[in-house]
């Protein structure tokens, strides 16, 4: 897969990822895991939820340059990364701004159609493979650093993520701030929705790398993950 194919997935993948993270915060039951603590600052400070994702994410690449004590290329692409997810995040929240839900079943059909939404622009990003967000970075970074498994240290940083926005929102808010079961439901979908879409849309080329193969191209996708 060329160095363009891959841009492009990436330059169509990020806008997406972004639109989604806020479409389920829109849905009004809660946020996934990496936005909660942007979301609750953001009830606090004059701040968007863009400018405050990008303070999080550039602390987490300055997280990742601690344990590692390394400036590698990698590393330093996620600043512009992370500057363009958080002007897609403000102009996704201007597009949605006038949008509201009027019922808890309307909200959580949404939030399901959220996560399905964030997935795509997910795995756009995965068969990219250009560069990953500041959180997963942290992430491979501490399981690296102390011999852990990737997906018990996200799901750990998610939990840790979630438990001290719920302290922030209880201490200077007295409620929860917003977060709901939507916060919940996103961790449980999107990670399921991903693996869905990169079962469909990609298949390995000759030197097993994942590229990408949409339904109506001539290559069928294989599944690159196991049953």
Known sequence: MSLLTRLILFFIGLPIMSFGVVFVIKCNLGSSPISSLPFIIEQLTPYTLGELTFAINAWLVVVQYLFTRRMTSSLLLQIPMTILF?????????????FFVDSYLMGLTLLITACFVT????????????????????????????????????????????????????????????????TII???????????????????????RMILALPFTKNHPSSIIKE
């Open 86 to 98: 958080s002007i897609y995040i403000d102009l996704s929240a201007i597009l949605l701004e006038n």
């Open 119 to 182: 997935a795509f622009g997910i795995a756009f990003l995965v068969i990219a493979n250009l560069v990953i967000l500041p959180g997963e970075g942290a992430v491979q970074v501490i399981a690296n650093r102390f011999g852990l498994d990737f997906g018990f240290t996200k799901i750990g940083f998610d939990v840790s993520c979630v438990l001290l926005s719920i302290a922030i929102a209880l201490y200077y808010l007295g409620d929860l701030g917003g977060l709901r079961e939507g």
């Open 186 to 208: 996103s961790a449980l979908l999107t990670g399921w929705f991903v693996r869905f879409w990169l079962r469909r849309i990609t298949t390995k080329d000759a030197y097993g």
